[in-house]
């Protein structure tokens, strides 16, 4: 409680405010950077097309006050209103003759999230060019994760898992095999009952319900786009599928973060047609001989730096290989491995199965009758070459080399962004059950933080092109 800053502490710095070094930032913005030059014609048509031109507030004024709600770290909207209440200097900035009441703020977010969407992008165009005036090799870098926003809902209480646990462990008592996590985990519903927008998701290492994003930074942590992957996703990409799964947590958010790759990039990439990174950074859980040659034969990157998943990493012996390119027994180099022919399945990268050379079919049963088992199984040990598998060994890079754990570092720049647009700029905050409305609210966190950039870039304080508070200090 000692740092918490009061309502009445806000508003005594509001009576000084022309003093004060956020209004001087937020003019030089303002001077600096023209935000209508990034508002399209559609997005400008659609906002006057209901009521024309006479409407009482400008599209850039309603711009510009979610802007600044961001800057201010203002989360909720009935505060930002009791304060421009407060604060001519700040409705001035806002260019707001009046001031809306937190209805219009509320439709404004619900009936132009896309066209908010395309407005961050297009401030992205110059960000990236900035960024190249900054850093070459960073700017160059691309970075993928996901991550969640989570509203409040029942079911992100705690105490509505520890129900369900509660009551599986009733169960435990007639059926003893009965797994009450496990069992809690399944039983969990896939959406919120407040919306059904609000899947069940797994982020930040926890099982919530919220809306799953991917984000796009580069290398500097400036982030590049941000895509819900959402239902509309879905229509928009009816080739992949996001579900919930029946295993564990861990596997459901792997799933995701793979399949989601490729659409995500393509669409990117569909936009920004002249942007070419070289770099790709991502966590372990794109691991999979699907991942590297899709980013380096299809998006034409360089070098992939993604570190192994465990999960794909056998603890059995390896098999060498002879001339022919067939494994061999790893306990016999002399005794090839029996050809399966091919193996697949939707979503697997294209692959050769081998079996132990010591298996045979008893009664339709497959089964090893070596004295020296590498596996436990007992249908044998079963291998698999993979046409690409070269590609995840070396993706453009030696694995565990020093330039490959200097790259890797970088990836972390991507989980501060995420925690400048959730935490710092109040999206994590929202009370909103609207998905439209939670979507407007990290777009304008993340033009908040474009908008950082560019401005740092034009002033020349490259240093704190991701902290505006800094920056402020600066202009100050």
Not at 188 to 205: F, L
Not at 254 to 282: E, H, M
């Amino acid at each position: 409680m000692i740092n918490q800053i009061s309502f009445a502490n806000t508003i005594d710095e509001l009576q000084q405010l022309k003093e004060n070094s956020f209004y001087r930032f937020f003019s030089l913005l303002k001077e600096k950077i023209q935000i209508r030059k990034y508002i399209s014609a559609a997005f400008y048509h659609a906002y006057y097309r209901s009521l024309g031109r006479n409407r009482s507030y400008s599209l850039s004024s309603f711009l510009y006050a979610f802007i600044l709600m961001k800057f201010l770290g203002i989360s909720q909207v009935s505060t930002f209103i009791a304060i421009l209440n407060l604060s001519p200097l700040l409705l001035e900035l806002c260019e707001f003759e009046t001031i809306p009441d937190s209805a219009q703020f509320s439709r404004f977010k619900n009936l132009f999230h896309n066209y908010i969407h395309e407005f961050m992008s297009n401030i992205v165009k110059d960000a990236i060019h900035g960024s190249f005036q900054i850093s070459p090799e960073l700017a160059s870098t691309l970075i993928y994760d996901t991550s969640a926003v989570v509203p409040k809902v029942q079911e992100n209480n705690p105490k509505f898992l520890n129900g369900i646990i509660k009551n599986m462990k009733r169960l435990k008592k007639t059926n003893p095999k009965l797994d009450p996590y496990a069992a809690a985990y399944n039983n969990m519903p896939s959406h919120a009952a407040a919306n059904t927008e609000i899947a069940q998701v797994y982020a930040n290492g926890i099982i919530c319900y919220g809306l799953r994003f991917a984000i796009i930074t580069n290398g500097l942590g400036i982030p590049l786009d941000v895509v819900f992957l959402d239902d509309e996703f879905k229509k928009k990409h009816p080739e992949i599928e996001l579900s919930k799964k029946d295993k564990s947590p861990d596997e459901d958010k792997s799933i995701a973060d793979s399949v989601s790759l490729k659409p995500v990039l393509t669409d990117f990439f569909d936009r920004f047609p002249s942007y070419k990174p070289t770099v790709f950074l991502g966590d372990s859980a794109f691991d999979n001989y699907v991942t590297y040659p899709m980013l380096i034969k299809e998006f034409k990157f360089s070098k992939v730096v993604i570190p192994e998943n465990i999960r794909n990493t056998k603890s059995l012996p390896l098999p060498g290989f002879n001339e022919s390119g067939h494994p061999l027994c790893p306990f016999d180099n002399q005794l090839p491995m029996k050809y399966e022919g091919l193996s697949g399945g939707k979503g697997r990268a294209p692959r050769i199965k081998w079996s132990c050379p010591k298996t045979r079919f008893v009664k339709g049963k497959r089964l090893c009758f070596c004295n020296n088992k590498c596996s436990d199984s007992e249908s044998g040990r079963m291998f698999y070459t993979y046409p690409d598998e070269n590609y995840r060994m070396y993706p453009g890079l030696a694995r565990d080399t020093e330039e490959w754990f200097r790259l890797y570092k970088i990836r972390a720049t991507a989980e501060k962004t995420i925690n400048l647009t959730k935490t710092v700029f109040g999206s994590a905050f929202q009370q909103s059950l609207s998905p439209k409305s939670l979507k407007s609210d990290v777009y304008f966190s993340v033009i908040a933080q474009l908008l950082t950039a560019i401005l740092a870039v034009k002033i020349k304080e490259t240093k704190h092109l991701r902290s505006a508070r800094r920056l402020m200090k600066k202009v100050a």
